[in-house]
């Protein structure tokens, strides 16, 4: 069974920066689009950014434009979420996830990680 392992995450405090990985195949990475999700209690889970790995188009949400950025690391078949000025609505458990298409559904991305849990506190 195809695995995604995320780590990274933590507490930090408003203003600071984490950096979010996800390992997995490598054959993961060069067919998929490779994203960031993330989901607080009661929500649903939404899509923060993906990436196409091989035309490396990316998308953001609006709540994440200008202060993160996704990427990918062929070589390591690591995928990176860099957060900055984080705030502490970005508070959630972030999930990386692969499918054939990215979008902002979850039911189109077939493997996902455990998650790893942001803090952001004030």
């Known amino acids: 069974q195809v695995q995604l392992v995320e780590s990274g995450g933590g507490s930090v405090q408003a203003g600071g920066s984490l950096r979010l990985s996800c390992a997995g195949p490598?054959?993961?990475?060069?067919?998929?689009?490779m994203a960031w999700f993330r989901q607080t209690p009661g929500k649903e889970r939404e899509r923060v950014a993906s990436l196409y790995t091989r035309s490396g188009i990316t998308y953001y949400a609006d709540s994440a434009k200008g202060r993160f950025t996704i990427s990918h690391d062929n070589a390591k078949t690591t995928l990176y979420l860099q957060m900055n000025s984080l705030k502490p609505e970005d508070t959630a458990m972030y999930y990386c996830?692969?499918?054939?298409?990215?979008?902002?559904?979850?039911?189109?991305?077939?493997?996902w990680g455990q998650g790893t849990q942001v803090t952001v506190s004030s």
């Open positions: 996830a692969a499918g054939s298409l990215c979008s902002d559904s979850r039911y189109n991305y077939n493997y």
């Open positions: 490598r054959f993961i990475y060069s067919m998929y689009c």
